[in-house]
């Protein structure tokens, strides 16, 4: 550029100086110049001046060029850096979310305390009384890969055995309203079955979920949520196992849920409804079904029975014992508010037995050893129903809200952790909570032989029974990861497999007997 300049200087007094020799006065004509002309050096001198300055100027340009490739390269530096460097979830997380990928570590460890109250001391040897559980140990991972895919699995190392949590590969395309789910996962069962028991309210879930064997199968469902994330719709079939080491093929669960979450205001509502149809098994007698604590699979029989509130026995007070059903039906209903600081819940589930008739046989070819494990077996009189349900209400005296998420309940957000100086959250919860496992057709029923298609036996008064159960907790959330428990609750029983022994010197019939149990239990309970 400057060398231009120079050269357009140089033409133009050369210019000039040629202008004035056209108008000058005198035309008479000069002699050849005989020394050098003073404009020539005085231009070559300008060019040799120039060349250092344009040498500079190109080494700043190169320069400028190799700062702006640097300040390119740390910004991508710094890019890569923020990819490599987790977030904090209770454990790290990895993610590059541009490109769709993530990894998570999981787990949680809860250890269980308390005193199961024995009724009587006649009840003896029953695991009663003091005791101490893990009540889960669980280890796992989760994440997230390009295309809307997705995966989590969890190993149980609870009390000495192996089991498994939700292990599934899920499909849940950005933008889409639908998303699918494949694996061991939650038969679409209700509200608090399906939330995480890491923000339960209390240690245990309700009893009826406890006595229909609500619990996960390997299946595929499916789901559809709208644009404002307030109606859900998921729809599955599952086997009738879990992971295990069954052999079964032949049982099936059918299932469904519908959720309906609006806001009111600033406040959270839920509604829901859900169904299954589950077949049972009928071609392996001899499998162990590890979802049932290691007991003789079901196969063609089904039993309800449940705990007194507490997994710190194995002891149940209400128990139906095993009857000959082809397959059941449980329809039920939810319902949950939140309201700042107070929430309240209720679920209810009715369950309706497709048992076989009395004076059954089977047809001809068909060993009654493969579907029921033995030759004769319980048959009721009738199609006998059940059903349970609760009623909750609880309250933070520290200003939180509990949490809620896609229809389950989620993670409270501690608003003063402990870690800061606070104290963390505090909430008292109550409920009521009831079992009617007594049905006037399953204690009319009668022990049926398959092969003759006799059936005998005077009517099983201590079969079913009822439970009423009056809960109090208190959940200290010190960090968002982190909570402890401590509940009393107290059973009322009707009736059960019991009440003879307990009320031994009573009169009333053995379904009408009544006795009580209060159970005191603690936990300690951190995930991640």
Not at 338 to 363: C, M, P, W
Request: charged residues 20%; glycine residues 10%.
């Amino acid at each position: 550029m400057i060398r231009k300049s120079i050269y357009a200087a140089l033409l133009c007094s050369s210019a000039f100086a040629i202008s004035g020799t056209a108008f000058a006065q005198d035309p008479a004509p000069q002699a050849e110049p005989t020394e050098p002309d003073a404009s020539d050096t005085t231009a070559d001198a300008a060019i040799a001046e120039a060349q250092p300055v344009d040498e500079l100027q190109s080494k700043i340009e190169l320069l400028q060029a190799q700062v702006e490739a640097l300040q390119d390269a740390l910004e991508g530096v710094k890019s890569a850096q923020v990819k490599a460097t987790p977030s904090w979830k209770g454990a790290p997380l990895f993610e590059d979310k541009e490109a769709g990928w993530s990894f998570k570590p999981r787990g949680r460890l809860q250890f269980d305390v308390g005193f199961v109250g024995n009724p009587d001391d006649d009840i003896r040897n029953r695991n009663l009384g003091f005791n101490t559980r893990a009540r889960r140990i669980r280890l796992g991972v989760e994440g997230t890969i390009p295309g809307g895919f997705g995966y989590k699995g969890e190993v149980d190392y609870a009390n000495g055995s192996v089991g498994f949590g939700d292990v599934i590969i899920t499909y849940a395309p950005a933008g889409k309203p639908f998303n699918f789910t494949i694996g061991n996962h939650e038969t679409l069962n209700g509200l608090e079955q399906i939330s995480s028991s890491r923000f339960l309210s209390f240690v245990e879930r309700a009893a009826f979920d406890d006595a229909f064997i609500n619990t996960r199968r390997i299946g595929l469902s499916a789901g559809f949520v709208n644009k404002a994330n307030t109606f859900r719709f998921n729809a599955g079939i599952f086997s009738a196992h879990t992971i295990d080491s069954s052999l079964d093929n032949d049982g099936w669960i059918g299932a469904a849920r519908a959720t309906y979450s609006p806001l009111m205001g600033s406040n959270q509502l839920h509604f829901g409804a859900n169904f299954q149809h589950r077949n049972f098994q009928s071609n392996n007698g001899a499998t162990v079904n590890s979802q049932a604590g290691g007991e003789p699979s079901a196969n063609q029989r089904v039993r309800y029975r449940a705990r007194p509130f507490s997994q710190l026995t194995d002891q149940r007070f209400v128990n139906t014992d095993f009857f000959a059903a082809k397959s059941d039906n449980i329809f039920g209903l939810e319902f949950a508010g939140i309201f700042k600081s107070l929430h309240i819940a209720a679920e209810g589930q009715y369950t309706v037995a497709n048992a076989y008739d009395r004076g059954d046989t089977l047809v001809a070819g068909t060993d009654p050893l493969d579907l029921f494990s033995t030759t004769s077996v319980f048959v009721p009189n009738g199609n006998p129903s059940f059903w349970g349900g609760y009623a909750e209400v609880g309250y933070y005296f520290t200003g939180e809200t509990r949490g809620y998420k896609n229809g389950l309940w989620d993670r409270t957000k501690v608003l003063k952790p402990f870690s800061k100086g606070g104290w963390g959250a505090l909430q008292l919860n109550g409920r009521v909570d009831y079992l009617d496992l007594d049905s006037d057709r399953l204690k009319n029923g009668c022990t049926n032989n398959f092969v003759t298609g006799v059936c005998t036996g005077a009517p099983a008064l201590s079969r079913g029974g009822k439970q009423l159960g009056f809960l109090a907790s208190l959940v200290w959330i010190p960090e968002d990861y982190m909570r402890f428990y401590l509940q009393y609750s107290h059973a009322q029983i009707t009736g059960g497999p019991f009440a003879a022994t307990v009320q031994s010197t009573s009169t009333k019939p053995i379904d009408e007997r009544e006795y009580g149990s209060n159970t005191v239990a603690a936990r300690a309970q951190i995930d991640f």
